[in-house]
């Protein structure tokens, strides 16, 4: 049984209400968890405003029947202590931004000797970003097995929230971003990220809830929060041109047959702020359909905007709308421009000596292998971008002398993020079970590189213009 199996079948035993999404979000974290990695080539997965936003909470906790009153608390700045233990991670880079630009919650629950707590809240238009710590006074149950990194399953084993604002449900189907770690047995600490697919107003009430992992398994655990965004702190460019255009072009196969291609997508908002960059799609999505994707983004200066990766849902019922992240625009960006790509999705290997470093070939939009730190139990490569970049991959393989991937013993899988701050892709291999012989024979690396035949549709490019 796999972990969201497990998951729903023990909110089904439990009697614990299922909330509208919960099916979405679980598929969606599963098919984007890490793959065990193979020597084979990756195959794809998968009205203009001005704001200024800051956080003020009036947080209450929820016990049974009765709310305390709740305790106002305002602060636009301030230490997250999540931060502060040396290790480097998917958000360390937007440190500052997220400390400055925060508010410091506080509340707690204990659930069957587990201790859920609500450490700090940072928001703009894009995301929600909650700061956590669970703790016990006995070892905490971790998801998953010895073999598998760490981070993954600190990962498996933290809450997962949903919300609702002013009492309606927060669609926050797609992707669920946390991250996580065990600061020792007993203590996690993870960030989660809610998205946002539309604007929240100045003022609401805010329901933060999860149905607990681990031992916090005895129903809801419920946060209740009052939010107040009006004073100014994080400045946040918002527009929602609520644009439709079309994208129309003729795929061919490598058997030589066609498809042709028409697609009808919306541009709802596209947001930049200190704390996230996004643009947020949707479109009418029925059958077999899968959401379109097919997209660069460029800004005014001609600079291309790497693109995240992203959880992608689809719809049968009204419109399917997902967010997308993107780095590279900041405060001086006038225009962001969505232009269309014609692309097979093909990529080639790219093989070296481990010091033939910087790889890379004469493609004109891919990635460059930049360093190679290789360990007993694992290697960390970084690679930067150039060109028009469909979305982050840090696929890679370790070789040996003649260029043939090695497979490790028992396990061998890979992640990797975007450092936010500089573009880089940090990827890591693991192989927390191989051997000395195996690790001597390392001795190249090969990676995937975007096959060179991707085409931008010029001709039905949208540029949205910023505030």
Known sequence: MTVDEKIKARAQREGSPVPDGFDERMD??????????????????????RTAVCIGIAAALVV?????????????????DYFHTGRAGEYTALQT????????????????GVTLTINNIALDDSYMSIFFTMSSDTPLDQVGTNSEPESWRAGWTAPVFWAKVNGKELDTTGEVQNEAYFVDDYTLKGVHRLTLKETLPEQFDLLLYTSGTSRLNEGDIQFELSVD????????????????FTVDYV??????????????????RLSISPLSATITLSEKVSGDDFPWDGFVLRDDKGNFLLRLP?????????????VFEFIGADETTKSVTLIPIKWSYHAHEVKGAL???????????????????????RAVATFSVRGAVWEENGQFNLTDADGNALSFNKFAAIDSYTDRETGKIIATLYYPDATEEEVSKIAGVSFWQPDDDLELLEDQAVTIDLP
């Open 28 to 49: 969606a974290l599963m098919r984007d968890l890490p793959a065990q990695t193979a020597p084979v080539a990756p195959v794809r997965k998968r009205r203009a405003s």
């Open 64 to 80: 049974g029947a009765a709310a305390a009153a709740p305790t106002v608390i305002q602060m636009a700045q301030g230490a997250i």
């Open 97 to 112: 931004e997220y400390e400055q630009f925060n508010a410091a919650v506080g509340a707690s629950k204990t659930v069957d």
């Open 229 to 244: 965004k009006s004073a100014v702190a994080v400045e946040t460019r918002t527009v929602e041109p609520e644009q439709d």
């Open 251 to 268: 795929h061919t196969y490598e058997d030589g047959s066609t498809n042709a291609i028409h697609r009808t997508p919306r541009i709802e």
């Open 310 to 322: 992203a959880g992608m849902t689809s719809s049968t019922l009204g419109r399917s709308v997902n």
């Open 355 to 377: 010091d033939s470093l910087p790889l890379t070939d004469d493609c004109k939009n891919g990635v460059t292998l930049e360093t190679l730190e290789v360990g007993a139990d």
